[in-house]
């Protein structure tokens, strides 16, 4: 049976049976796409002899790369997964490598296995090319005894953000690779965002300081999924401008998409992860080999298991050829995997987002997305993963019970109109940029004739003082230099912000750190920790000595910790007029008081226990706006309710900062919120949302030139969801402090509609 009657006969169940019919929110057909060819002149004779042989002919976004760089131009590819970017981008490395035989390029990846997989692929073309380059790996698993061969003879390294942070502190050992460099590839660029991004931002300007110390000047390439704002996040994450190739030249087959929701009468008998089991059934028993990608490891363990069961009783021989992949497994058992889907073996694996980004296990013919894994650009990455060449393939993206999922059910435009989400870096967090100065002092000392405004940011000399008086930093002569007991790189940590850390012990082992609101909010006294997904008891919080000790228990219960929040307005704020509504944004400062948990078993509160902690205060970055006493007037006549302009106001709250990750690439954790009926700053009722990191992380300031759009997309979730009183798919948080009481679905309507009055269509979309 070919492809297209597979998928085809798929499709009818999907609409025909009873089990699946109701569910189908909305099928999208994209059609197929032909390829479109270019010719580039030039080429060297051992590229085109490589091209002739293989019969490759290059598209049309391989050759504008090619172009832009021969001309010294930056570029950023967002063209689409499995288009040829890797081609893209290695073409023209190897040309100047093949025309200056001192020449050096650095491949940074977010994740070991994609550099794994790439050095493949540089081996083979070293060999076709017959070009001496010596790719090779430098990170934490390099053998100790080849890394100085490795500095001395490869003219490609491959190397992550991590590797990264601690070579720059021995450059002179590197003195030859980095006055020849020409290229610094940065491949699944989209992963540097947020604290991570914020912090390789400042990591890449160190290395092109030290760069500019030996005298040379790298074109960069990035490569990375469709963004709405690709030139600017390419320019904050380097420091350099950049051209954008984006049309994609790739052949593509019919792709069906069908957006499933077991939520359709607002709820559900049967749990998105048992639907997903259901689904992956009929894909692997109609013989489509499956990807499906679930939200977490345990996750992927489970519907795995619970296939292998299921397909035991209706088709034994198809038992053995069900499995789960994820981070953790043995490096021989991933490599063995990634070779079954390749070869067609294994026809259903679940895994978690590990199988993503660009390692290579050819094309599939479906997809299954259990649950929107956070950001469109992440769903377009795995959808990526259906369709041989030119055949037809089936995505389905299974919907949970929370505001994004059930919004883009009901509006399926957000998914495939143009892209909508904004990767944020913060070139401003004054704890992240004095962290890097730091490690710059010690690789080289901060000259007085450097403009450090310039590299790391206006307000550099004030970090430099405040580095000078902890004793981090001293004066000699032309400038500064380190004055640390420890190496710099070590005081730093690309993953966060906060250098209060806390460290997870069990049985005399390091099991994970956390910074300190994550240990408050997950790791308590008395809480259930979950780790890759194994469950722990808190048996001691030791806040002087920063450790918490757990210890392994298989238990039915789960903690939640419950909190009060008091926000402080510090100086005045920005003002930006939309129509007949104001919003402000500007510093803040937040105290979170953790008083108590509870141990729970699905929604049922078991018992209550308290919590002697002291607060947490930071300062950060929000924004905010008031509700006058005449809209609460307007409402409290309009809506009868007790708590109706209370829970409304809650409502709002809540329900803006689950659509904020729709436009801007975060997690709702990533921000904080309070909602209160007279706030002492204002004397009015006002809601506040602010980056929930020490300093701000750019987050907050996005949303609020994009608030117009982020308030109609909040309306049309709240007032298409089913509920009548509210409910985990509108205005529902999992993180609320307080139990999300009050909530009033009625008064959170009316005042989200009063906004958008107030601003008008001209406001509507920013």
Known sequence: MGNSEMVGRVLRRLKSDIRYHNRVEHIEVLPPQEARYDDVEGLPQNIMGYLKTRGIKLYRHQCRTLELLRVGENVIITTPTASGKTLAFNMPVFETLNEDEDATALYIYPAKALANDQLKTLQELEKEFKIPINPAIYDGDTDRSKKPWIRDNSRIVLTNPYELHLVLSWHFQWEKFFKNLKYVVIDEAHQYRGVFGSNVAFLIRRLRRICNFYGSDPQFVLSSATLANPEEFSSKLTGKSFKLVSEDGSPCGKKHFVLYNP????????????????????????????LCFTVSRKMAELIALWSKNEMEEIRPDLTGKITSYRAGYLAKERRRIELGLKNGILKGVTTTNALELGINIGSLDGVIISGFPGTIMSTWQQAGRAGRGIDESLVVLVAFENPLDQYLMKHPESIFDKPHEHAIIDLHNPKIVSGHLMCASAEIPLK??????????????????????????????????????????????LDSISSDMFRVMFAGRLLEVLDREQAYREAHEGAVLINRGETYLVQSFNLEKRVINVVKRDVAHHTQVVRDIDVEIIGEGIRKDMGDFSIFFGDLEVSEYYHKYKIMSYDKVHATKPLDLPPLKFKTKGLWFTVSDDVRDELEKAVEGKEVFEGGIHGVEHALISMIPFNIMCDRFDMGGLSTPKHPGTGMATIFIYDAFEGGMGLAEKASELFGEILTRTFELVRDCRCEVGCPACIYSPKCGNDNKPLDKRGTLFLLQRMMDMIGEDHGND
Request: net charge negative; no cysteine; aromatic share 10%.
């Open 263 to 290: 939520y359709f009468k607002g709820k559900s008998k049967t749990s998105s992860h048992q639907e997903t089991k259901n689904l992956l059934l009929l894909f692997v028993l109609n013989d489509l080999q499956t």
């Open 448 to 493: 007085n004739n450097e403009n450090w405004d310039e590299i790391f940011g206006e307000g550099s000399e004030a970090h430099i003082e405040k580095l000078q008086e902890n004793g981090l930093v001293k004066r000699d002569g032309e400038g500064f230099v380190y004055a640390g007991d420890k190496v710099a790189a070590f005081s730093v940590s």
